[in-house]
């Protein structure tokens, strides 16, 4: 995903994508950040998120995405907005959270460094699955307690590949 040393100086910034920016990616930025927190890294990375849509713009997390994330000590702070094709010049790492936005950020990258730089989250995921997080926006809070967890587990995988390339004090 990147050769280059990840230093303060360099940090690794990472945007997470989804359709409507209220539930998914939101939620796998909460909780991106929430792990960088705890370890400490948060020179290291940069981390958002964006919508493919431009349906819910300006809205905060879903009100469910919140109550589940709440309940594990984490804050969804964010304000949806729509993914520009720009934004890839300001990310090293694009993550789509299924594959209909996978394919949308596919037709809004130029060229095959900004292609590499699109990953699904799911890649990452010891239990992939079909490789997609499944929408919870039409269903109840257990879609949204699955996609937390779900967030969460490849969010640590995410992480534990990234700090590799964080170089070792010596
Ligand atoms: P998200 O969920 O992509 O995880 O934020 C959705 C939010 C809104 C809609 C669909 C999915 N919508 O159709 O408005």
Request: aromatic share 10%.
């Amino acid at each position: 995903m990147t050769d280059s040393p990840i230093t303060s100086d360099n940090p690794f910034n990472i945007c997470f994508v989804c359709l409507g920016n209220i539930c998914r990616s939101p939620t796998a930025e909460g909780v991106f950040q929430h792990l960088v927190n705890q370890q400490g890294l948060q020179s290291y990375f940069y981390i958002d998120s964006a919508g493919t849509s431009a349906y819910h713009i300006g809205e905060p997390a879903n009100s469910k995405s919140q109550q589940i994330a709440n309940r594990k000590g984490i804050e969804l702070k964010s304000r949806a907005r729509r993914f520009e094709s720009s934004d890839f010049n300001n990310f090293d790492l694009v993550i789509a959270m299924d594959d209909e936005n996978y394919q949308n950020l596919k037709m809004l990258a130029n060229g095959n460094n900004q292609l590499s730089k699109i990953k699904k989250l799911r890649e990452f995921d010891p239990t992939p699955g079909d490789g997609n997080v499944p929408d919870p926006y039409y269903g109840g809070i257990d879609g949204f307690e699955n996609v937390f967890n779900i967030v969460y587990r490849s969010s640590e995988s995410l992480l534990n590949s990234l700090k590799n390339n964080i170089p070792q004090e010596s």
